[in-house]
C-alpha cells in the first residue's frame, strides 16, 4: 500500500502546520530529498563521523520493521513515518529556531517529571531517548558491565556527541528513580547542565505528596531562573490544557486497540507514544486526532491490520525508546498482535489524569503531582498498582497472554516480573517473562520462545 505523508508543513521558519504534503513513502527511501542539515550538526558539535554511521543505520532498520513487514497501515501513520525518517533533521531545526529566538530547551529521562510545568514556562520539553547500543563507545568505561541498556544508552548518547537533542538541551532534568540513574546524572552532571528532581520511594506516604510537591517547586524555581518567565495560574492552567488534550489523542488511539478487528498494529502504536515525547504538543495534537479519527472510521468499517482471532498481546515492563523495537517485530511478525503496552512509552504516559480546577498557583501544583503520583512505576514500594493496572488492562483489551518485558540489568522490573507471573498464572492468564537488551544476539532463542509461546495461547 501507498503510503501518504501529512506533514505540519513545517514552516521551518515559523515551525507551523501551513500545508499538507502528500508524499508515497513506499516508493522512497527514508532519506530521500532531506534539506542538508550537515551545518546545523557540525554547529552542535556533533561528531558527523559516527553520527553519520548511525544515521545510516536507522533508515534500514525501519525499513525492515515497519515498511516491509507490515500491510495495511493506518494512512495516518505517514506523518509518524516522515518524522523518524527525519528524525535528527526537522524538529533539532525547530529547537534551534526557537532557541535563537530565546526560548529553552529543557530535557527529561523520565514520565516524573512534568512536561506541563515546562511547557508553562514557554520552554520546549523534550524526552531523551536511548533505545539502542550504538552509542555505548561513550559510556561502557563509565558504566559497570551489569548496568541496563537504557542507561548505557542514554549516558551514551549525552556524552558521545551524536545526539543533536542533547546537544540542544539548556538543562537535563533527571530524577531520583532507579539507582542507576542517579549514578547516572553523577556522571552526566560533569558534562551536561543537569538538575535532579527528587522523587519519593513510597509514594503512596502522606509525607511523600508533602515531599514531592516541594520538590515540584523547587524544580518550577530552577526552570524559572532557566527560562528567564515565571509560572503563574494561567499559563500553567494553558499548559495543563495542552497535555491534557495530547494525551487523550493518545488515549483514544489505544481504545481503538481494544475492539476485535485491531485497526492497528503494535509497532505502529509505538511508534506514536515514541513520538509524542519529543515532537511539538500542538502539531502531535492534531496528527495523532486526525489518526485516531482514522482508527475510529476502521473499526466502523471492520477493517483490521491481522486476521480476526489474531492472539492479542500485552507487553508489561520497562520503557521502549526509539528504535527500541524488538519485541514487537518478533511477536508481530508470527501473526499475533500486541494490543496495549503497559510501560512508559505506552498506557502509563495517558491513563492517570486531572481535573485543572483551582485558582492558585498551589491547587494547580498539587493536581500535578497527584496525576503523577497515579503513575505506577517499579522503582516505588509498595507497587500494587501495576499488579492492577496489568490485570484491568487484560480484561479491557482482551489480551490472550501477557508478555513481561524487562530490560536486563533493571532490578525493579526484573524483581517484579517474578511476583507478577506468578500472580497471572494465579488468575490464569498466560504469561511469559522476558529478559533482553538492545543487541539481537538472543533474537534466534527469543524467536523460539515466543513462537511456544503464541502456540499455546
Ligand atoms: S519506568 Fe519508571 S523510571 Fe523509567 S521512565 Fe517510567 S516512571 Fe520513569
Ligand atoms: S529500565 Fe530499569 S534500571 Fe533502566 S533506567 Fe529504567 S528503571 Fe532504571
Redesign the pocket.
Known amino acids: 500500500m501507498l503510503f501518504k505523508i501529512l506533514i505540519s508543513t513545517l514552516s521551518l521558519i515559523e515551525l507551523k502546520l501551513t500545508s499538507i504534503l502528500k508524499l508515497k513513502i513506499r516508493k522512497k527511501k527514508l532519506t530521500e530529498g532531506k534539506p542538508n542539515w550537515y551545518p546545523m550538526w557540525k554547529e552542535l558539535g556533533l561528531d558527523i563521523e559516527k553520527h553519520d554511521l548511525l544515521m545510516g543505520a536507522l533508515p534500514q532498520i525501519y525499513k525492515k520493521i515497519y515498511i516491509d513487514a507490515q500491510q495495511n497501515r493506518p494512512e495516518g501513520m505517514g506523518f509518524f513515518e516522515f518524522v523518524v525518517s527525519d528524525i535528527h533533521g526537522i524538529r533539532v531545526s525547530e529547537l534551534k529556531k526557537a532557541k535563537e529566538k530565546g526560548k529553552k530547551v529543557i530535557s527529561t ?4 517529571v512534568p512536561e506541563e510545568i515546562i511547557v508553562a514556562l514557554d520552554a520546549i520539553c523534550i524526552g531523551l531517548c536511548g533505545g539502542t547500543d550504538f552509542s555505548n563507545f561513550a559510556s561502557e568505561a563509565l558504566l559497570p558491565t551489569n548496568t541496563c541498556a ?1 542507561i548505557k544508552s542514554s549516558l551514551g548518547f549525552g556524552l558521545g556527541n551524536i545526539c543533536p537533542y542533547f546537544e540542544s538541551s539548556d538543562l537535563i532534568v533527571g ?1 531520583t ?2 539507582d542507576g ?1 542517579k549514578k547516572c546524572w553523577e556522571i552526566l552532571s560533569k558534562h551536561k547542565p543537569v538538575y535532579v528532581l527528587e522523587t519519593p520511594q513510597c509514594k503512596d506516604r502522606p509525607q511523600s505528596r508533602v515531599h514531592f510537591i516541594s520538590e515540584l517547586k523547587a524544580l518550577i524555581i530552577k526552570l524559572e531562573e532557566i527560562t528567564g518567565n515565571k509560572l503563574s495560574v494561567d499559563n500553567l492552567k494553558a499548559a495543563m490544557e495542552k497535555i491534557k488534550k495530547k494525551r487523550t489523542q493518545i488515549k483514544r488511539v489505544y481504545n481503538t486497540r481494544k475492539t476485535d478487528y485491531v485497526p492497528i498494529s503494535g509497532k505502529d502504536a509505538l511508534l506514536v507514544s515514541q513520538v509524542a515525547f519529543y515532537d511539538d504538543p500542538d502539531r502531535q495534537i492534531q496528527m495523532v486526532g486526525q489518526l485516531a479519527d482514522e482508527l475510529e472510521q476502521r473499526v466502523k468499517e471492520g477493517i483490521g491490520v491481522t486476521e480476526k482471532g489474531a492472539k492479542r498481546i500485552l507487553v508489561s515492563g ?2 521502549m525508546a526509539i528504535p527500541n523495537w524488538k519485541i514487537h517485530h518478533l511477536v508481530e511478525t508470527k501473526g499475533a498482535v500486541i494490543v496495549a503496552e503497559e ?2 512509552t505506552g498506557t ?1 504516559y495517558f491513563e492517570s489524569d486531572y481535573e485543572i480546577i483551582g485558582e492558585s498557583l498551589d491547587e494547580l501544583i498539587q493536581a500535578i503531582a497527584d496525576r503523577y503520583l497515579e ?1 505506577n ?3 516505588f514500594t509498595p507497587n500494587e498498582g501495576r499488579k492492577e493496572d496489568i490485570l484491568r488492562q487484560v480484561k479491557e483489551y482482551k489480551v490472550d497472554g501477557v508478555i513481561l518485558y524487562t530490560l536486563s540489568f533493571c532490578q ?2 526484573d524483581i517484579e516480573a517474578i511476583g507478577l507471573e506468578k500472580e497471572l498464572k494465579k488468575s490464569g492468564i498466560p504469561v511469559i517473562s522476558i529478559n533482553t537488551d538492545y543487541s539481537s544476539d538472543d533474537d534466534g532463542q527469543l524467536n523460539t520462545r515466543i513462537e511456544a509461546f503464541l502456540e499455546m495461547l
Open positions: 529521562f523520565c514520565l516524573y537504557l530524577e528513580t532507579c540513574k520497562t520503557p510501560t512508559c502509563r503513575i512505576c517499579a522503582c525493579p522490573y
